[in-house]
């Protein structure tokens, strides 16, 4: 499986570097090849020569290396992998990928890259639990790159246990050997996608508005997961706390009513996802000034229905998608609202999750999904949001070789 894949390993500055040795040994042995970049502090750890020794290939670790800038140069190095792995992704590595900081060659090859990103995070549980390593990893999983760890365990620094630890290098080498399963030979490469992410915002005054609590997590990976896979992505979203993701072409809208306009703008595609949190309603009459409080006492809002999005792409008359898929978010009775979802909403598929409060999924980085057919339901184990967007993706390339 991994005979001839490229691998653009950037082993960064943490204890668990010497876990890389071992796993470039394993990789070699199943005939990858691995080219690496050690930034300055991973050369605290190992050194170019062990690593050089190990891949066979010269080791990077200048941005301005002029005799490799000639040679090779840090774009050619980083669009020539099938797979860039960065292990151990330290917080600050994983700060700097989020930031689009590109201060060295490391960095500098992730942000020049036009290829697929798994992380293996590795640091202290405290540094791991902090809010800042948090949204840099919400931010990473929006721009779908993948994550192997960390376990949890003992730590290198003495009395410290808890989640932080690197995965081992045959966990990782799982994931990368996953990666390329998942690829397969199904690509979505010509496909045109369209996706619809986020919550809407019905107005009710000028500065006022009805709205839900959709994250657009879910949605925007599935659009960078599509585009990753080959795809010409359109990302329509509501209005979310998200960075655009890479590669996607993507329109910001408020309301269902401009989300449908956009939707309809974009035909024909070949396939199109509802993952937005349409507002089943909006105010009939939204005022065009500031509502007062005032003698008049309370205002009654006067709610009319809002046009179902996915119902009306999936009947139309004459640019209907080859494949139309829409999510249910329900909180009881997952599946069988699905099935009936289907038949209503004359889609092909339903992704349901289960988005009751307890499960966190609403806001949250991971989802349980069933896939809801006609004919069949596959229940999908619990994974990150970029997980269950990758196999969907693989899932839709399938399809539509099927179809062809
Ligand atoms: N959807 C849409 N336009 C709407 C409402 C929903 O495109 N106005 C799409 C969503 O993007 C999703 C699917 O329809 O793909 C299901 O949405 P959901 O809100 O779960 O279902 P509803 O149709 O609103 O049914 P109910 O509220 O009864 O669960």
């Avoid at 003698?295 to 999005?309: C, F, K, M, R, S």
Wanted: glycine share 8%; hydrophobic share 45%; charged share 20%.
């Amino acid at each position: 499986m991994l005979r001839n894949k490229r691998i653009l390993l950037i082993i960064g500055g943490g204890i668990a570097a010497y876990k890389c040795l071992e796993l470039v040994r394993r990789l070699k042995e199943r005939g990858a090849s691995v080219r690496a970049i050690l930034t300055p502090a991973a050369q605290q750890f190992v050194t170019p020569l062990t690593v050089g020794a190990l891949t066979g290939e010269r080791v990077f670790t200048d941005l301005f290396d002029l005799t490799a800038e000639h040679d090779i140069g840090h774009i050619r190095l980083s669009r020539e992998a099938d797979l860039v792995v960065v292990a151990p992704a330290t917080a600050d590595l994983m700060a700097r990928m989020a930031h689009g900081i590109a201060d060295d060659l490391a960095s500098t090859a992730l942000i020049a890259t036009d290829k697929p990103v798994l992380i293996a995070p590795a640091m202290n549980p405290r540094m791991w639990a902090h809010p800042a390593t948090r949204r840099n990893l919400a931010i990473l999983e929006a721009d779908g790159i993948t994550r192997i760890g960390p376990n949890a365990g003992a730590m290198a620094e003495r009395d410290e246990f808890g989640e932080g630890r690197m995965a081992e290098p045959m966990e990782i080498l799982a994931a990368i050997e996953g990666h390329f399963t998942h690829v397969g030979s199904a690509t979505l490469t010509g496909r045109r996608i369209l996706v619809t992410s986020g919550p809407t915002h019905e107005p009710i005054d000028p500065v006022r508005y009805i709205a839900n609590r959709s994250s657009g997590k879910q949605g925007h990976a599935i659009a960078a997961a599509a585009a990753a896979a080959g795809a010409q992505v359109v990302l329509v979203s509501g209005p979310v706390d998200l960075p655009d993701p890479p590669n996607v072409h993507t329109i910001h809208v408020e309301s269902a009513r401009e989300m449908l306009a956009a939707v309809e703008g974009n035909l024909p595609v070949d396939v199109a996802i509802f993952t937005a949190a349409v507002a089943d309603w909006r105010v009939a009459d939204a005022a065009d000034q500031k509502i007062k409080k005032g003698p008049q006492g309370t205002p009654a809002l006067h709610l009319v229905e809002n046009p179902d999005i996915l119902a009306t792409i999936s009947r139309h008359p004459t640019l209907r998608p080859h494949l139309v898929i829409g999510f249910a978010a329900e909180t009881e009775k997952v599946v069988e609202h699905a099935r009936a979802k289907l038949a209503r909403k004359g889609c092909d598929l339903i992704v349901a999750n289960d988005v009751s409060p307890a499960h966190g999924v609403m806001g949250g980085d991971t989802n349980t999904v069933h896939l809801v057919s006609p004919a069949q339901v596959e229940d999908w184990p619990t994974a990150s949001k970029a997980e269950v967007a990758r196999r969907l993706a693989a899932r839709i390339a399938t399809l539509l070789e099927g179809q062809a």
